[in-house]
């Protein structure tokens, strides 16, 4: 069975619309007016009248929202929601190589640890990823710097890579198998003339990248862990605390971040576990039952966010938690770029040479 098949555009509408039929499909759609030249994509859930357009880089939301909500009741989820062959699985669509790989960071918090998160591992396995190739890429973006390239490479279902007159997709897992099985009328081997244009396409989107990053100047991601150890006292964390506002955006819309917090409320049945998204950034984050808090400073806080990236992670999963897509930078009132605090760190630990 081949890994690679070819879909033409208007497979591709045919096969979108099957499986709306056997699917919750979601997909990215251009925001309503936007005159930039690289306008957001949000996503929604498809309608029967729906014509989904190829996505050219990632989504504003980030892939967790899918698998983990900001606010939800946890301790009667099951109950009110068994899972079973009633509820409908879901599709995601247009889902670019950043996510997946920052995904990884989330698989291994929720599922990996010495508990398995029942609710994430219900909703992962109910839920089909078909990525995309990225055509074009942000002002923000900047994957190649973490070494993740533009097009998906693991991590999905089934990869969409458009050519001139149609897709090529591509089979990553059982699950993708499974779709192009359940509708394989509507797909044909690829020839080796197709694959070489997906590379070569390719190829072309990662030099353009290229150029797009060289005047950024980032450090190497081999020296992160490096600068964020050394700079532990460094003067940045001061110098880049002054803007920030503590609105939480930063941890909020980043597709690594994770924190959550458990509370009870109060309910007319009693009372509710309910878990929510937290942020690092918040000044109550660290704060325990006595009152003490090992990050009271905003400084401290914004170290600790770097510190979990570019040393916890790389210590115990061996990648940083961070994927390049440029979302805690756009969302940042306070124009916190990420970039220009490790560049930062980088200039004062050469002058400290």
Same mark, same amino acid.
């Given at each position: 069975m081949?890994?690679v098949?070819y ?10 619309s ?5 699917f919750a499909?979601?997909?990215?759609f251009?925001r309503?007016s936007?005159t #930039? ?6 996503y $929604?859930?498809?309608n029967?009248?729906?014509?989904? #357009?190829?996505? =050219?880089?990632r989504?504003?939301?980030p892939?967790?929202?899918?698998f #983990?909500?900001?606010s939800?009741k946890?301790c009667?989820?099951?109950?009110a929601?068994p899972?079973?062959?009633s509820?409908?699985q ?5 889902v ?10 989330? +698989?291994?918090? @929720?599922?990996?640890?010495v508990?398995?998160?029942?609710l994430?591992?219900v $909703? ?5 990823v078909?990525?995309?190739?990225c #055509?074009?890429?942000? /002002? ?5 710097s973490? +070494?993740?390239?533009?097009? /998906?490479?693991?991590? @999905?279902? *089934?990869? %969409?890579? =458009? *050519?001139?007159d ?9 699950k993708g198998a499974y779709l192009?099985? %359940?509708?394989e009328?509507l ?9 070489s244009a997906r ?12 150029k797009?990053? %060289? /005047?950024?100047?980032?450090?190497a ?7 964020v $150890?050394?700079?532990?006292h460094?003067?940045?964390w001061?110098?880049?605390?002054l ?9 909020l819309?980043?597709d690594?971040?994770?924190c ?6 109060r309910e007319s049945? &009693? @009372?509710q576990k ?6 690092? *950034?918040?000044?109550n984050?660290?704060?325990?039952a006595?009152?003490?808090? !090992? ?11 770097f510190?979990?990236?570019? +040393?916890?992670? !790389?210590?115990n999963? &061996?990648?940083?938690?961070c ?6 930078i ?7 770029d ?5 560049k ?8 400290r040479q």
């Amino acid at each position: 069975m081949p890994s690679v098949y070819y879909i033409n555009s208007s497979n591709l509408d045919t096969f979108i619309s099957r499986l709306q039929k056997d699917f919750a499909v979601f997909a990215p759609f251009p925001r309503d007016s936007q005159t #930039t030249n690289t306008p957001d994509y949000s996503y $929604r859930r498809l309608n029967n009248d729906d014509r989904v #357009t190829f996505n =050219p880089y990632r989504s504003v939301e980030p892939l967790k929202t899918f698998f #983990t909500n900001p606010s939800e009741k946890v301790c009667d989820y099951f109950n009110a929601h068994p899972p079973g062959p009633s509820e409908k699985q879901v599709v995601i669509l247009g889902v670019k190589s950043c996510d997946l790989a920052a995904h990884r960071i989330q +698989d291994y918090v @929720f599922l990996e640890g010495v508990e398995v998160d029942s609710l994430y591992s219900v $909703r992962r396995e109910n839920t089909f990823v078909i990525s995309g190739d990225c #055509t074009l890429f942000k /002002p923000v973006c900047f994957c190649l710097s973490l +070494d993740i390239l533009p097009h /998906p490479t693991s991590g @999905f279902d *089934l990869n %969409l890579s =458009p *050519l001139n007159d149609g897709y090529l997709a591509e089979v990553g897992s059982a699950k993708g198998a499974y779709l192009v099985g %359940l509708y394989e009328g509507l797909f044909s081997p690829a020839k080796e003339t197709q694959v070489s244009a997906r590379q070569s396409k390719r190829e072309q989107l990662i030099e353009r990248l290229k150029k797009h990053l %060289l /005047p950024q100047d980032i450090p190497a991601k081999s020296e992160f862990q490096k600068l964020v $150890r050394e700079g532990y006292h460094s003067e940045t964390w001061q110098q880049f605390m002054l803007t920030c506002v503590e609105c939480g955006g930063c941890n909020l819309i980043c597709d690594t971040c994770h924190c959550f917090l458990l509370a009870d409320t109060r309910e007319s049945t &009693g @009372f509710q576990k309910v878990r929510k998204w937290d942020s690092c *950034l918040y000044a109550n984050y660290a704060r325990v039952a006595g009152g003490a808090n !090992p990050l009271r400073l905003r400084a401290q806080r914004l170290r600790n966010r770097f510190m979990k990236k570019f +040393d916890f992670f !790389p210590d115990n999963l &061996g990648i940083p938690a961070c994927c390049g897509c440029g979302r805690c930078i756009e969302v940042c009132p306070g124009k916190i770029d990420i970039r220009e605090v490790l560049k930062d760190l980088a200039v004062k630990a050469k002058a400290r040479q």
